[in-house]
């Protein structure tokens, strides 16, 4: 079993529909974080939290510690917002040792 | 543009060749990452640098890859004797000195060895 577990692998939408993606994990975190990836390999983190919930613009991450697990919501969605969204958790001080989930990729039509 | 640059974007060798890739970080970071993605999967932390100072290397990394930082600005990520299972995106990132900083990705390097 992965230690970091997104569903669904893959997402299909409307433009409009509100967005969520999951994330699970099995290990002791300090953080985690949502990062969006683009065709051609740029990422582009997009949030970083230990705790709560964040909002920036039409995203929307929130977390719970106890249940190990964090939603990433897209309100109003866009074909612009198509991309790979990938969870990733960090385990101590410094998060360069990232574990990785799969990543969930995203296709917004028109 | 202030961004991480990555170059070659794309690099196409057959395998037993040598390669190497680049990465500029932003300039006022000090920490350097590299990592390596393939098709379907998330990253994988290959080596991080704070300076010129090679802190942590996977065990991933085997014996014919380096990386080096020699005046902790920018980075390469050598590949010796490259085997087609190394094809991959070459991630490379870079942050800030503190607690839990954020990484600042470039566009990658991606590799296809025949």
């Known amino acids: 079993k992965n230690e970091v577990e997104q569903s669904p692998q893959n997402l299909t939408a409307q433009e409009g529909e509100f967005i969520t993606i999951n994330c699970s994990y099995s290990?002791?975190?300090?953080?985690l974080h949502w990062l969006q990836q683009h065709p051609g390999g740029g990422i582009v983190s997009l949030f970083m939290?230990?705790?709560?919930?964040k909002k920036h613009g039409r995203l929307i991450a929130t977390i719970n510690i106890q249940e190990k697990h964090s939603s990433l919501h897209i309100t109003a969605s866009h074909p612009r917002d198509s991309a790979v969204y990938i969870c990733?958790?960090?385990?101590?001080?410094?998060?360069?040792?990232?574990?990785w989930g799969a990543g969930t990729k995203l296709i917004i039509k028109p | 543009d202030t961004g991480v640059s990555q170059d070659p974007r794309h690099k196409i060798t057959k395998r037993g060749q040598n390669v190497t890739f680049r990465c500029d970080p932003i300039?006022?970071?000090?920490?350097l990452y590299w990592y390596r993605q393939t098709l379907g999967q998330g990253p994988e932390f290959l080596t991080y640098?704070?300076?010129?100072?090679?802190?942590?290397k996977s065990r991933l990394l085997s014996d014919r890859f380096s990386a080096e930082r020699p005046k902790g600005s920018f980075s390469t990520l050598e590949i010796q004797r490259t085997e087609q299972g190394d094809s991959a995106m070459y991630l490379c990132?870079?942050?800030?000195?503190?607690?839990?900083?954020?990484?600042?990705f470039g566009p990658g390097t991606r590799l296809l060895v025949l």
């Open positions: 640098f704070q300076n010129e100072a090679q802190l942590e």
């Open positions: 939290l230990s705790s709560g919930k």
């Open positions: 990132a870079s942050s800030s000195y503190g607690y839990q900083e954020t990484q600042y």
């Open positions: 990733a958790v960090s385990q101590g001080e410094s998060n360069y040792q990232l574990i």
């Open positions: 290990v002791g975190i300090s953080a």
């Open positions: 300039s006022e970071h000090n920490r």
